[in-house]
């Protein structure tokens, strides 16, 4: 079976649209990508496709009460919301730095949930929200 | 009182104010102070949890805080000074600048200043929707704040007015934490945000978005209860009969940007009607000499790697205004005015003081297909460039060489667009 499809490539803001043509396993990319990226993102986008994700988590006796974070690569579309869960189910406490390894191998994907600021500890005079 | 004096005051400790606060000590600028009401700096990306940032600037793809903290390091590591929860109240033509704070009123001296005070969203009152005036209609941005920053979940059904980035970054973000929600709902025939956004925030989770549609009535008593949705035909009048109702609790307005300049126009700095933001030569100085602008106050940028570009250029331009005054030299003649024409919406800059190479961004009036781009100089031709299409949410960067020749002959340079 031959499909021809249009795929808006996310990589970047840009969002080349990408034209492809699959013939059972086979699949050319015709044309539409500006760059390198849009080839690999329209090949996933076929056979697995995979979303950045983002979210944040609860944080105890931080300037702020929560912490932003994010997935250390994309992840399968269908595990977005088992991800979430996880994330949700968590607390961490301050202080946090940024990059910090908070879920590993989430949802047995093999990747790993990251922080993405810095939040320091609570003290007197430094909150930035009201309780 | 306290006085203080400065090289270069930078109002806004956003991405575009840390940049060209980097960019002016780079530069040579000795003192460079900025100045942020926020009890953080950063501007808006902290909120910004989303990735996506730094892409076309750094090559990797970052989240809004991780964009912040990378040049906050950068801004620290240089010697720039801060005040946060330090809010400008107005600054006069000297360069005298008020500000207040927990300390009291201080006093700034600067030898030049630069605007970078960001945008507002546009509230209710600018797309006039009747009906009933209850709680639960919040503009996206201010949503964003809530969820992101201070973990508080505005409502349980949501609808979205607007199609802008912020609106549908929302849609995504209300639905991953928990959110049923109804839809978007964009007057244009087109999403007016970029198209990835539309695939990973909508289409990934089947939101429908309403083209052609815009929303009629709000009814609520105390809290929304529904809003009405209705068909618009080319002219933007809703088509009657085509009423549709959506119970909801929650409204979002992702009605767009508008460049926060309240403090510019006290002191006159002139304002062009379409950008919104301070009327610019080609070194992004203002109507008032000394006063530069960069950022989402100059014009709403599309993405942060392309403002965080023209803010280091506003921040050399600022330092050099006063190291290298002379070498700069202004002209004789007061300059050429640039025109918006045929399928443009803008230009930036809106005016040019010597010749030279200019760098110009500018969007278009309406999505087309291939087309040209032309700059004219009264009949001359300055630049040709084919685009093979061409949509407003896409701003266009173009350089372009305007020989002393041209400058002394024309008063007056046109973009148009020109169909094949
Ligand atoms: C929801 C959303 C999603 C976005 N997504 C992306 C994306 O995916 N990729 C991308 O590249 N870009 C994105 N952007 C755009 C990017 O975040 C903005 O372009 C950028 O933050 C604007 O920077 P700025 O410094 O001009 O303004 P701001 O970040 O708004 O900073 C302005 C600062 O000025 C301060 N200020 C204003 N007036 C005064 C005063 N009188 N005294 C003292 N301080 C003052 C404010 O407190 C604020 O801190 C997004 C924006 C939004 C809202």
Not at chain 2, 122 to 139: A, E, H, L, N
Request: charged share 20%.
């Amino acid at each position: 079976m031959t499909i021809e499809k249009e795929i808006t490539c996310i990589i970047c803001p840009i969002g080349c649209k990408i034209i492809i043509k699959k013939e059972g396993e086979r699949l050319n990319i015709l044309k539409g990508n500006k760059c390198k990226k849009g080839i690999e993102y329209a090949r996933n986008e076929i056979f697995d496709p995979r979303r950045m994700l983002t979210s944040l988590i609860r944080v105890e006796g931080g300037e702020w009460p929560l912490v932003s974070v994010k997935s250390t690569d994309p992840v399968p579309k269908d595990k977005i919301f088992t991800i979430l869960k996880e994330i949700h189910n968590t607390t961490i406490k301050a202080p946090i730095k940024s990059q910090q390894v908070i879920l590993k191998n989430v949802a047995n994907t093999g990747i790993n949930i990251i922080t993405t600021r810095t939040v320091h500890l609570l003290k007197n005079n430094n909150f930035f929200y009201k309780r | 009182m306290i006085e203080q004096t400065a090289d270069v005051v930078v109002i806004g400790g956003g991405p575009a104010g840390l940049a060209a606060a980097i960019s002016a000590k780079q530069h040579r600028a000795n003192r460079v102070i900025v100045l942020d009401r926020n009890q953080w700096l950063g501007g808006i990306l902290p909120q910004c949890i989303h990735d996506g940032f730094g892409v076309e600037e750094l090559g990797v793809s970052m989240t809004g805080p991780e964009y912040a903290e990378t040049y906050i390091e950068m801004a620290k590591s240089q010697g720039i000074m801060f005040l946060t929860e330090t809010m400008v109240l107005r600054f006069n033509e000297a360069l005298e600048i008020i500000a207040v704070n927990k300390k009291g009123i201080l006093k700034l001296k600067a030898k030049v200043i630069i605007l970078a005070t960001g945008c507002r969203e546009k509230t209710r009152w600018y797309s006039m929707i009747p009906g009933t005036r209850p709680s639960g209609i919040y503009t996206a941005g201010v949503t964003q704040a809530l969820i992101n920053l201070y973990n508080i979940m505005p409502g349980k059904k949501v609808v979205i007015l607007g199609s802008g980035d912020v609106g549908l970054i929302m849609a995504r973000r209300l639905k991953f934490e928990g959110a049923q929600v109804m839809g978007v709902v964009e007057f244009l025939p087109y999403a007016s945000g970029l198209p990835r956004n539309v695939v990973q925030c909508l289409d990934d989770f089947d939101i429908p978005l309403y083209l052609n549609h815009t929303i009629t009535y709000i009814a609520g008593k105390e809290r929304l209860e529904k809003v009405t949705i209705q068909q618009v035909d080319h002219t933007m009048t809703p088509i009657p009969g085509t009423e549709k109702q959506i119970a909801c609790d929650t409204l979002l307005l992702s009605l767009g940007l508008i460049p926060e300049n309240e403090l510019a126009k006290t002191i006159g700095v002139e304002i062009d009607d379409h950008t919104g933001g301070p009327l610019v030569n080609q070194r992004l100085e203002t109507t008032i000499p000394g006063v530069f602008a960069c950022g989402n106050c100059l014009q709403v940028y599309d993405t942060v790697d392309m403002l965080s570009f023209d803010a280091k250029k506003t921040g050399q331009y600022a330092a050099e205004y006063f190291i290298r005054k002379k070498a700069i030299g202004q002209n004789s003649k007061k300059g050429l005015i640039v025109h918006a024409g045929v399928g443009v919406r803008y230009v930036v800059p809106q005016r040019i003081s010597t010749y030279g190479t200019i760098h110009f961004t500018l969007r278009v009036d309406k999505p087309r297909g291939a087309t040209t781009l032309l700059l004219t100089a009264g009949k001359k031709e300055v630049l040709k460039k084919k685009l093979l299409g061409v949509n407003p949410v896409s701003m266009i960067r173009i350089d372009a060489n305007i020989s002393a020749e041209i400058f002394m002959a024309a008063n007056e340079l046109e973009v148009t667009l020109c169909d094949n």
